[in-house]
């Protein structure tokens, strides 16, 4: 198995989505080929979200690690189909289908991915099943990304808006000084469920400006006292783990334009005074670069990329359930300063 990032998918099992009214009457959320437009789903009325925990994996896949709370460790995770349902109201609603797998190539499990937020016995009808663009738009949701408007801290010092940085512009980064920024991708999202962004506060994290980031972003903090007992002084922290509803907060709604930056290697810069990390090259990200780039035909990278497989500030982030208290911030800042 990979050792690269573990990340935590909110999903709901098949078993949660069933045909209504539709030509699957009865049946539950399947593989795409399985599955037939203007069929309405019905999410179950005690449906949760469960955290299913992957990591990249052979083959392009991901795989399920070991303590995710479902899912059986090693078993493979392939990305099906983006669905696109319709509500009686015209609101559209994306989710991504998962297939966890096992050694032997069967099913074991189905999941169902949503990128926005679903309410239960509300009939979504399916116009949509896309089997090209799961992987982009998965790799969307995983990517690290920066809003519009974000100061980053150029190698001379100077703050400029991340909208207005180029390619080969020298960026201040914390572990190998200066260093040239390679690409950079923007693209518009709606900002809900998976990609609504997540506000720090001026001041939160000692932080000079309000900071917005896609909630998979990671902070780097140095704590001068171990405050939070993660055993080390270095910690990160994913932004949506930092959710208090008061100094940091996630906004549902609306529209929010993200930046990507891309190194040579996987860096921590600094934006609003923050240190917080670029994107990472790995099977979960790699479609959102453009084919090119993806595949080093312009001569500037080649895959994999050697800096983006392991550097030590990789191992540094902290366990959810250390950070997803409503002090966790105010610690985080008072340990930071001391």
């Known amino acids: 198995m990979s050792t690269g990032f573990v990340q935590t998918l909110p999903v709901f099992s098949a078993a949660d989505l069933t045909v209504v009214r539709g030509a699957n009457l009865g049946d539950v959320l399947s593989i795409a080929d399985e599955m037939d437009l203007d069929d309405v789903y019905e999410l179950g009325a005690r449906a949760a979200t469960a955290r299913l925990a992957v990591q990249p994996g052979g083959a392009g896949h991901l795989a399920v690690v070991p303590g995710s709370v479902i899912g059986t460790a090693g078993n493979a995770v392939h990305l099906d189909a983006a669905l696109t349902l319709m509500t009686a109201n015209g609101t559209t609603t994306e989710l991504l ?44 949701v995983a990517c690290v990304s920066f809003a519009r408007g974000t100061l980053v801290t150029l190698a001379s010092g100077a703050q400029t808006p991340i909208q207005d940085l180029a390619p080969g512009d020298m960026i201040l980064t914390r572990d190998d000084g200066p260093r040239p920024l390679r690409w950079i991708g923007a693209s518009t999202a709606r900002a809900v469920g998976e990609f609504a962004p997540v506000r720090i506060r001026a001041g939160a994290l000692n932080n000079s400006g309000d900071l917005v980031v896609s909630p998979e972003s990671r902070l780097f903090i140095y704590q001068r006292l171990d405050a939070l007992g993660a055993g080390r002084h270095e910690v990160m922290v994913r932004a949506r783990h930092l959710v208090n509803g008061d100094s940091i907060v996630q906004h549902d709604g609306g529209f929010v334009d993200y930046f990507q930056l891309l190194f040579d290697e996987h860096q921590i810069i600094y934006a609003e005074g923050i240190a917080a990390e670029t994107m990472l090259v790995d099977p979960r990200t790699r479609s959102v670069l453009p084919e090119a780039l993806a595949e080093g035909a312009d001569g500037t990278l080649s895959q994999p990329l050697p800096g983006h497989t392991r550097r030590a500030h990789q ?10 208290r409503p002090d966790a911030a105010e610690i985080l800042r008072r340990a930071s300063t001391r």
């Open 97 to 140: 289908v998962l297939v966890e797998v096992d050694g032997s190539g069967d099913i074991d499990a189905i999941y169902a991915m949503p990128l926005a937020r679903m309410t239960p016995r509300t009939d979504y009808t399916l116009v949509g099943i896309d089997r090209t663009s799961a992987r982009a738009r998965f790799a969307e």
């Open 315 to 324: 191992d540094f982030e902290v366990k959810q359930d250390l950070v997803e």
